[in-house]
């Protein structure tokens, strides 16, 4: 199973396999997933994930929000109040992000991930100061406060969050993120 690999978001995925990745996500009308997916690596995949939210044209907290994140990093309770703020879609994609990191943790003895490992990897993509602000205008202490507003969220149960009714049950989300990990067995 790719959940158990070895260094997961420890090491990068590979230039063909991302270039396949682009291909199939911009030609999703006329593949088969299932066969194409399965030749690409596990390690590929996480890597155009953090490069999906990466290139957006906004973060997903918007950047509007990045001041208020910076301060409501002290509690969760804070950090709960932001998220409601949230789109309905940026809230669920979230949810969603936050419930696959915690299905890849679950393999945490095999492909030794952490919750520290995810705040880091995804502080910076999820979460991106105004245009406006220079990196000089930028204090070192906000990048702690991103991962502890993140850490928040991974370390407590996030299902209830939904904001919608989706086709699945809550029961259903892990094996659908099961399944999708499994379509990379590489």
Not at 34 to 62: G, K, N, Q, T
Not at 105 to 132: C, G, R
């Amino acid at each position: 199973s790719c959940l158990k690999k070895p260094d997961l978001f420890r090491r990068g995925g590979y230039h063909r396999d991302l270039q396949e990745i682009r291909w199939l996500l911009d030609n999703v009308e006329s593949w088969n997933a299932e066969s194409r997916i399965s030749s690409v690596s596990a390690y590929s995949i996480l890597e155009a994930i953090v490069l999906f939210f990466d290139c957006l044209p906004d973060s997903l907290f918007p950047s509007q929000l990045y001041s208020t994140i910076m301060d409501a990093s002290k509690s969760f309770k804070n950090s709960l109040e932001i998220y409601n703020c949230l789109p309905e879609i940026n809230a669920n994609v979230f949810v969603y992000l936050i419930t696959f990191l915690k299905l890849v943790h679950s393999h945490s003895s095999e492909n030794d991930t952490d919750l520290p490992l995810f705040a880091d990897t995804f502080a910076d993509v999820l979460i991106k100061p105004p245009a406006a602000l220079s990196l000089s205008q930028i204090p070192k202490s906000d990048r702690d406060s991103k991962r502890k507003f993140l850490g928040y969220f991974l370390a407590n149960d996030v299902s209830h969050l939904f904001q919608i009714d989706l086709l699945l049950t809550r029961d259903e989300y892990p094996l659908l993120a099961r399944h999708l990990v499994r379509t990379g067995t590489n």
